[in-house]
C-alpha cells in the first residue's frame, strides 16, 4: 500500500510540475521580449535601408547570398529574430536572412495590381488627390481600420490596405 501512495505522488507531482511548466510557456509566448532579441513583435513590417542589401540563406555572413535587393525603402516582413540576423520575407514571397543594421523602422508599403487612387479622405466617395502605379512605394504615415495614409513624393493620401503591400489588416496606427 504505502507504495502505491508514494507512486501516486510522483505522478501527481509531475503532472503539477508539467502543468506549471506549460503555463509558464504559454505566459512566456505573450512577452515577445523572451523569444526575441530585439524585443518587438514577429511578425511586423520594416523598410531597407539601403540601396543594397544582401539577402543570405543563412543567419550570418559565413552563408552565401541569395539575392541582392537595389532599392531603399521597400517593406519587407520580419518573420523571425536570430543574434543580429533578421529573416525577411518580401512582396513576392522570398525569404532570406539580413543583417539588422540593413534594416529600419520607417514604414512604407508598395501599390499592388494596377494603378491605384489615392484619396484625400479614408472613403472612396472623397476627392481623389493622386494616381500611383503597381511597385510604387510610399512612406506609411497613418492607418485607419480598411485604409492607409501613404505620402509619395510629398503628396499625401488614402489608400485601401488590400491594395498596398506592407501593413497588416489589423494595424491601425499613427506616426
Keep these: ?9 510522483k505522478k501527481r507531482n509531475l503532472l503539477l510540475f508539467l502543468g506549471m511548466m506549460l503555463a509558464a510557456t504559454a505566459a512566456g509566448a505573450q512577452d515577445v521580449s523572451i523569444l526575441n532579441p530585439s524585443g518587438k513583435p514577429v511578425p511586423r513590417f520594416v523598410s531597407l535601408k539601403s540601396n543594397e542589401v544582401n539577402l543570405r540563406v543563412g543567419p550570418g ?11 531603399a525603402g521597400l517593406p519587407v516582413k520580419i518573420i523571425e529574430e ?3 540576423w533578421r529573416k ?27 494603378p491605384q487612387l489615392l484619396y484625400k ?6 476627392k481623389p488627390v493622386m494616381r500611383a502605379e503597381p511597385s510604387v512605394i510610399g512612406r506609411v ?29 489589423e494595424e491601425v496606427f499613427e506616426e
Design 1 to 9: 500500500m504505502p507504495r502505491s501512495i508514494k507512486g501516486g505522488m
Design 88 to 114: 525577411i520575407e518580401d512582396v513576392e514571397g522570398t525569404t532570406g536572412w539580413v543583417n539588422k543594421n540593413l534594416l529600419e523602422a520607417t514604414r512604407t508599403a508598395m501599390i499592388m495590381g494596377h
Design 61 to 71: 555572413e559565413r552563408y552565401p547570398i541569395a539575392w541582392v535587393y537595389q532599392r
Design 141 to 169: 504615415e497613418a492607418c485607419a481600420p480598411d485604409w492607409c495614409l501613404l505620402v509619395i513624393e510629398g503628396r499625401e493620401g488614402w489608400i485601401r490596405k488590400p491594395d498596398i503591400w506592407g501593413v497588416t489588416r
Design 121 to 126: 479622405k479614408p472613403d472612396a466617395t472623397s
Design 82 to 84: 536570430f543574434a543580429h
